[in-house]
């Protein structure tokens, strides 16, 4: 499997980094509300696509950000990054958790730029009759088991007590991100009240991933975003938490014949 290349755009004064794998048509991936799990995943599609995994504004190997006060923020760094990347075809569009969430926001408002449109595990809903689980309520020893169905899968991305350096890495990484994730929250929380019409912009083919025993953002909402979608659908993944694709790396092929349909 080739490496990933690391490329480095100047956005807006924010230094976005993106993480670059595989040949094909392009797929751009928008990472959830942290960067724990990194961007391996992304080795299942390389076969048959070029991943463009940015870095958002605040996160990961990407620059500060302290104007970020919202999505709409990073809904135009996107389209900015887009310019900047200057692709020779119309990009796949892929976002995960909160990335998905982002993803809706980008798609509808620049449905044009997309060929196919990818939401797993979408957060941005708020559905009241299908609720998350309050993160902020959650001892961190009992985040784990919330992101894998497999807590193993999880627990090989979390500081074991081994080693000392990457811990405080890690604890450093999340307060990082958290801080820009706060502000990016602020408005709304995880989401905005009018996703729906969002939803209904997409004309895009699309396709929503959910794993069915995601006990951070519930699989009962997949219809939701199916029925909301005009062109959706849907694939539920047996035995998965929130991270399905790391769970069940089978998944990416399935997601490829999607893309590649």
Do not use: C
């Amino acid at each position: 499997m080739a490496a990933f290349e690391t490329l480095e755009f100047d956005i807006g004064g924010v230094r976005t980094v993106v993480k670059a794998i595989g040949s094909g048509k392009p797929v751009l991936f928008l990472h959830g509300a942290a960067t724990l799990e990194g961007f391996d995943f992304a080795e299942g599609l390389a076969d048959r696509f070029r991943v463009l995994a940015p870095s958002h504004p605040g996160f990961g190997f990407s620059g500060e950000a302290p104007h970020v006060a919202g999505m709409a923020d990073m809904v135009l760094h996107y389209l900015n990054l887009l310019d900047a990347l200057d692709l020779a075809e119309k990009p796949h569009l892929m976002g995960f958790s909160m990335g998905g969430w982002m993803a809706v926001e980008l798609a509808a408002l620049g449905r044009e730029k997309f060929d196919k449109v990818v939401l797993v595990a979408p957060a941005g809903l708020n559905d009241p009759e299908h609720p998350a689980t309050n993160l902020g309520a959650l001892a961190p020893q009992d985040l784990p088991g919330y992101l894998a169905h497999d807590v193993t899968v999880a627990l090989r991305y979390f500081p074991d007590g081994t080693d000392i350096i990457f811990a405080e890495r890690f604890g450093a990484d999340r307060a990082r991100e958290g801080e820009t994730l706060g502000r990016l929250l602020a408005p709304f929380g995880m989401g905005h009240p009018n996703l729906r019409r969002f939803l209904a912009r997409i004309t895009n083919p699309a396709l929503v991933v959910w794993g069915a025993e995601d006990r951070l953002l519930p699989a009962s909402q997949a219809p939701l975003f199916v029925e909301a979608l005009p062109h959706a659908q849907l694939m539920i993944v047996e035995d998965a938490g929130h991270f399905v694709m790391q769970e069940k790396p089978e998944t990416l092929g399935k997601i490829g014949d999607f893309l590649a349909g």
